[in-house]
């Protein structure tokens, strides 16, 4: 009985230490967001007791690309197609839970993940990183070893999870904030003969911005009906 005393307590001041770890991690962040997310991927990496840790997001020639990382290997490939690879199936999951794949030697990802084979990696533990309700991204913590994660390092992915969501929101509000100035500036003392073809522009970079299909401006003459 004193041992299982003796155990929770330890397990206890554990998780304590862990989410205050967390919490410092928070407290440290900048205005630059590459740099709080790498500090979330060390964090995850360290406490997790992984190989590696990365985080991968799609670009948009549809590649997937390390924009993240903590003890990545010196041969590492940070940009690569994303087909079959574990990290590209947790974006591909969308799921608010964590996604965890055991024994990856005896996985088909041993013929189509190159980085299981290549670094003898046995276990990979994945958060989808979301933005606007859509996966854009993956956390991801690598193991050599057969890991089974406790439940405190499930949520602790997925708090680390959460926050770089918040940081790929700042980036995409950036960006947008970029582009609609970069358009802007195209109609200062821009010739009405041209305005046809320039609205049509903006228009396609706005919607290629947002992922859209179509884009649509309507010119509605009240006076008509």
């Known amino acids: ?63 997937l690309c390390t924009v993240g990382q903590w003890e990545t290997p010196p041969d590492f490939k940070y940009r690569v197609r994303p087909e079959g690879r574990v990290c590209h199936d947790v ?32 276990t990979c533990v994945g958060m989808a990183v979301k933005c606007r309700g859509q996966a854009v991204g993956a956390l991801c913590v690598v193991y050599q070893q057969d890991v089974q994660p406790i439940k405190d390092h499930l949520n602790l992915l997925r708090l680390a999870g959460f926050a770089i969501s918040v940081e790929e929101e700042r980036l995409t509000q950036a960006r947008m904030q970029e582009l609609l100035t970069r358009i802007a500036v195209t109609y200062i003392n821009l010739p009405l003969d041209r305005a046809d073809a320039s609205v049509q522009n903006s228009l396609g970079e706005l ?7 179509r884009v649509f401006l309507f010119d509605y003459n009240s006076a008509n009906g």
């Open 1 to 63: 009985g004193g041992h299982c005393v003796a155990r929770d307590a330890t397990d206890r001041k554990a998780s304590e230490e862990r989410l205050r770890a967390f919490a410092q991690c928070l407290l440290e962040f900048s205005a630059d967001t590459q740099a709080n997310i790498n500090r979330l991927v060390a964090l995850c990496g360290n406490l997790l007791g992984g190989a590696c840790a990365v985080y991968n997001r799609l670009d948009d020639e549809g590649w």
């Open 207 to 213: 919607g290629r911005f947002v992922g859209a299909d």
């Open 91 to 122: 974006i591909r999951q969308n799921a608010d839970v964590p996604m965890v794949v055991r024994d990856l030697q005896h996985t088909p990802y041993a013929q189509t993940d190159s980085n299981v084979s290549d670094y003898g990696l046995r």
